[in-house]
């Protein structure tokens, strides 16, 4: 699943709300396994890891995470998100946010937190409560590593296909036919997603039906400032149309519409500062 994973302005995808926290926090009022929102010192944070998870070994610079910020190349980049567990990240399956039983009432936010951010890249986590939603964006002319720690959930994916139709013809203002990519379930541990600019299903949505943790690297990062802003999208069945080439009945249940609107409500976020396992930042 920016997944999908970087700068939230406005408490949207891509959109920054600012720190409100101090914590890998909360969605109405329910934690997530660090701490509650509020003013907290570093070393009630400790004793409440070890008072909720004494089986997360927290390390001062893991392995794994470390290695994040260590690794110049693709390859090496993707091998490393994808030997991520979610005790380098500080969390367990055992924190009260992850057991299945945990329900949010009413609309369940996502919350998120910054690991890290510099002009190249960011690296985010996204929690998502049960029934959480993070709605159809998409990550201009960005690579997104996404790998599911915990949970399980569903994942619809698209990529446009630019810049011309099937049948050359140039595609509508309002209306985008796009190839739909993935719309499946996955259960962590799963393999690390790679979005790519226009490939790989860079227009994605993330539906948790457990609570949820998900690891999104960006890079670059979003930037309103250099054209990297985050759109929303509402998708439609295929229909011929507007004088498109019309598809076999197989080949249809393999694209969509796809038409740009305005930030979705459930869109917002909580964002909170991260006080995880730290690292050794890197020049980038």
Not at 84 to 91: A, H, Q, R, T, Y
Not at 146 to 164: A, E, Q
Not at 256 to 283: A, R
């Amino acid at each position: 699943m920016e997944a999908g994973a970087g700068l939230m302005e406005s408490g949207g995808v891509g959109r920054d709300s600012g720190r409100v926290g101090v914590g890998v926090g909360v969605g109405h009022n329910n934690k997530i396994g660090y701490v509650k929102k509020g003013i907290i010192k570093k070393k009630k944070w400790m004793r409440r890891i070890i008072k909720q998870a004494s089986a997360v070994p927290i390390m001062p610079m893991p392995q794994q995470l470390q290695q994040l910020f260590d690794s110049p190349f693709l390859t090496i980049f993707y091998n490393a998100t994808d030997n991520m567990k979610p005790e380098d990240v500080g969390l367990s399956s055992e924190l009260p946010f992850f057991k299945p039983t945990n329900m949010v009432k009413g609309n369940p936010r996502v919350t998120y937190t910054t690991i890290y951010k510099c002009d190249n890249f960011s690296l985010c986590l996204f929690f998502l409560p049960a029934t959480g939603v993070i709605p159809l964006h998409n990550h201009p002319g960005m690579t997104v590593f996404s790998k599911l720690l915990l949970g399980t959930m569903h994942i619809k994916s698209y990529d446009l296909v630019d810049p011309i139709n099937l049948d050359g013809s140039v595609p509508s203002s309002q209306l985008r036919l796009a190839k739909l990519k993935a719309d499946r379930v996955f259960e962590a541990p799963c393999d690390t997603s790679v979005l790519y600019p226009t490939t790989g299903g860079n227009i994605h949505a993330f539906t948790a039906i457990t609570p949820c943790a998900v690891l999104d690297v960006i890079g670059p990062p979003y930037s309103k400032e250099d054209g990297r802003d985050c759109s929303y999208y509402k998708d439609h069945p295929y229909t011929a149309s507007n004088g498109e080439a019309a598809l076999t009945t197989e080949d249809s249940d393999s694209y969509g519409w796809l038409e740009e609107i305005e930030m979705p409500e459930n869109s917002q976020m909580d964002g909170i500062e991260y006080l995880g396992p730290q690292v050794t930042e890197p020049t980038c």
